[in-house]
């Protein structure tokens, strides 16, 4: 789908979708924005202009999600062999899978900001170290021991989708790419992941976000065992960098894009301050885990008990995120009580 002249908004499957099935659900949840449980699809962006050819993320790797993006490309009048750069906005396996198999292909240069790329190799070249520190980080956080093992799992079920490589150029934010006649500036916007791009280009007023802003649901922002920080203090900050772009085009890697930043920037923010004083609620007196807590908070997507493990894991995480950040807030406190981490109102 054509955006404006010169960039275009493709569309590569997850692998339990077909091309045809993720673009009809593309066109209904514009339609009819509704909260679906797990995402159908990764939006791409084709940057042709001057003779470049520039890819933002890719997908998956399967031969379905390939295919669906050598269609979309040859829609444009371009082959996956013509790209000359691919921008990773994060190296979630659903943004980053197709990497390799696009390098083989096209000997593209791989951009991708420092802090993703640090995890590029326990993830996806060596998993199994991470697997065991993902184990131990749920029980501490008060997953039954029945529960963490599959928990800590994750997406490791669908790491044969990823063709994982190296990136040839790492960014850390405020870089400028020229292609053909656009400017685009590398912005760093830390929290779904600690290494998030987004890519503003201010003379076409065009901001594509990745998963940092979307249009109807939020990301995920979430403590895991290679976390250190406040993820969650990190998003919130992050969109503070982008209310005051000039933004007519917002294009972000799921959903359906939007021409509304600032009023999303908003929606977001508050959903969060609601999230935070929910969650608060959630502590008992004498201290709750992150498994406590995520038990006891309202999910859209139904109960914490009747997750998949790796929706399970997610919402430990998140809620982990959301405490982490009332801790730095100064309202809630935190202390280890034999292996076990509780969290304790102040």
């Known amino acids: 789908m054509k955006i404006l002249d010169g960039i275009y908004q493709l569309l590569t499957p997850f692998p339990q979708f077909t091309y045809e099935d993720a673009k009809m659900l593309r066109r209904q949840l514009e339609e009819h924005p509704r909260v679906t449980k797990g995402l159908p699809y990764v939006l791409p962006y084709m940057i042709k202009d001057g003779g470049d050819v520039v890819l933002v993320d890719c997908g998956w790797n399967t031969d379905s999600a390939y295919a669906a993006l050598e269609e979309g490309m040859r829609e444009h009048g371009s082959h996956p062999s013509e790209i000359s750069q691919l921008f990773i906005t994060h ?36 998993p199994k170290g991470l697997t065991s520190e993902m184990s131990d980080f749920m029980a501490m956080n008060g997953v039954p021991s029945e529960s963490s093992p599959k928990m800590a799992q994750g997406s490791m079920g669908m790491i044969d989708k990823v063709a994982p490589v190296p990136p040839d150029t790492e960014v850390k934010g405020g870089e400028v790419f020229k292609v ?54 990190d998003y919130m900050r992050s969109l503070r960098k982008l209310v005051d772009l000039d933004v007519e085009y917002v294009l972000p890697a799921h959903e359906f894009d939007t021409r509304e930043l600032q009023k999303r920037i908003r929606e977001i923010e508050e959903h969060h301050l609601i999230r935070l004083d929910e969650m608060l ?16 908070v309202k999910w859209a ?16 995480g998140e809620t ?13 406190a935190k202390v280890m009580r034999g292996k076990t981490l509780y969290w304790l109102p102040v």
């Not at 791009?197 to 895991?224: A, C, F, Q, W």
């Not at 982990?320 to 809630?332: D, I, M, N, P, V």
Request: aromatic content about 8%.
């Open 320 to 332: 982990l995120a959301h405490l982490e950040y009332l801790f730095e807030q100064g309202r809630l």
């Open 301 to 316: 997507t139904g109960k914490l008990e009747d997750f998949e493990p790796h929706m399970q894991r997610a919402a430990v």
């Open 91 to 126: 190296v979630h396996p659903d943004h980053y899978g197709m990497a390799g198999r696009l390098k083989r292909i096209a000997d593209c240069e791989i951009i991708i900001h420092e802090k993703d790329a640090d995890f590029i190799k326990d993830r996806y070249f060596a």
């Open 281 to 296: 609620a959630c502590v008992d007196r004498g201290g709750s885990t992150a498994w406590e807590v995520a038990g006891r």
């Open 180 to 233: 053909g006649d656009f400017d685009f500036e590398v912005i760093w916007t830390p929290g779904h992941s600690p290494g998030h791009i987004v890519l503003y280009e201010p003379n076409r007023k065009v901001l594509m976000t990745g998963d940092h802003i979307l249009p109807t649901i939020t990301p995920n922002v979430s403590i895991h065992a290679q976390t250190h920080g406040s993820p969650l203090g």
